[in-house]
Each structure stands twice: as structure tokens, then as C-alpha cells.
């Protein structure tokens, strides 16, 4: 099993960037999928869900408005755009799938907002 995030760097303040995670090794039109994300010291923070069909999504409110998570079954990928960024953004992102009792992790990709 494995989830690979891209698409992380450094973007100015008001910038956009695309968060790829692609997934393999488990059925993954079956399993919901989200987007954490963690700065040191503190808790992962839930930032963006999406149902196993895309039908239904759900964010955090410091994010909403701003991302927009979807995901491409075809290709198993799931993405976060995100727009309107600002330097509380900054933290590492991780791609996480859940199906039932089963749960993966990506390994996290870095994002830093910064002038």
C-alpha cells in the first residue's frame, strides 16, 4: 500500500498550489479520503474530506472557500487545490485514506507560505 503526495513548496502569501496524492495497493474507489496536515508541536489537523464516490465533501472552516479537494478514481489520485493562501497554511500535508477499520498515510509533503 502506498500514498505519494506532490506538488508541495514555497508560495507567496495570496498564491495558489495543487496537492496531488496517488494511491495503489488497495481498492481506492472504496475508501473516503482526506487531507491532514500538522505544523510541529501541534495536533494533525483534518483539512479536507471526500467521499469514497466524490459525492460529498467536507472541510475545515479556516479552509473553507479557499480549498477544494476532488479526486479522479481512474487514476487514483486525490488532489487539494489551494488558493488564497496565507502563512497559518504553512505545515506539512498528508494524503490519508480510510475504508471501515483500514486507515493509510502518505508520507507528507511540505508547504510553506512565505514572502
Known amino acids: 500500500v502506498q500514498l505519494v503526495e506532490s506538488g508541495g513548496g514555497l508560495v507567496q502569501p495570496g498564491g495558489s498550489l495543487r496537492l496531488s496524492c496517488a494511491a495503489s495497493?488497495?481498492?481506492?474507489?472504496?475508501?473516503?479520503m482526506s487531507w491532514y496536515r500538522q505544523v510541529p508541536g501541534k495536533e494533525r489537523e483534518l483539512v479536507a474530506t471526500?467521499?469514497?464516490?466524490?459525492?460529498?465533501?467536507d472541510y475545515a472552516d479556516s479552509v473553507k472557500g479557499r480549498f477544494t479537494i476532488s479526486r479522479d478514481n481512474a487514476k487514483n489520485s486525490v488532489y487539494l487545490q489551494m488558493n488564497s493562501l496565507n502563512v497559518e497554511d504553512t505545515a506539512v500535508y498528508y494524503c490519508?485514506?480510510?475504508?471501515?477499520?483500514?486507515?493509510?498515510w502518505g508520507q507528507g509533503t511540505q508547504v510553506t507560505v512565505s514572502s
Open positions: 490519508n485514506g480510510r475504508w471501515r477499520w483500514a486507515e493509510y
Open positions: 471526500i467521499t469514497s464516490a466524490g459525492g460529498s465533501t
Open positions: 495497493g488497495f481498492t481506492f474507489r472504496t475508501y473516503a
